[in-house]
């Protein structure tokens, strides 16, 4: 049965737990969250701020605020991140002197050497999802279309 052969799902149903793919997304979230976190802690680093190690290391020195726009984080959240990072010796922050109110964040030569370390990291993750690279790859994709329509919505 195609989806625009199937019966509707009658409104009783609609406010289900198990019919909301809201839900399962935040579930997905959460486990992904608790992964993570052991893996991780090896590297010293947070789930965010890996995500801001990985724009480092795939884009070199950035912007806070293209970081922000990247990682979808508000400047309230990203700071004090990037303050932590510094702390940790992985980045330095640099006022433009262009544009004072402009931050480059840049790596350290311990942030760029930590890239190593974190290389087994996406294997682990991807086993540890139990599903292949095809399956995790056509799920990233259906992922970008959905927050694709919803920002859009």
Request: glycine share 6%.
């Amino acid at each position: 049965m195609t989806p625009a052969t199937r019966p509707p799902v009658p409104d009783s149903e609609l406010l289900r737990l198990d019919h909301q793919v809201c839900f399962s997304l935040h579930a997905a979230s959460r486990a992904f969250g608790g992964v993570y976190r052991d893996t991780l802690k090896a590297l010293g680093l947070t789930y965010p701020q890996y995500l801001v190690m990985l724009v480092l290391w795939e884009h070199g020195s950035q912007p806070v605020k293209t970081i922000g726009e990247r990682l979808r984080l508000d400047s309230g959240t990203l700071s004090p991140l990037l303050k932590r990072l510094e702390s940790a010796g992985l980045v330095r922050r640099e006022r433009s002197t262009e544009d004072e109110r402009s931050v480059t964040i840049h790596l350290t030569p311990a942030g760029n050497e930590l890239r190593e370390q974190a290389l087994p990291v996406p294997r682990r993750m991807l086993a540890a999802t139990g599903l292949t690279i095809e399956e995790l790859r056509t799920l990233q994709s259906l992922l970008g279309r959905v927050t694709s329509a919803l920002d859009e919505a």
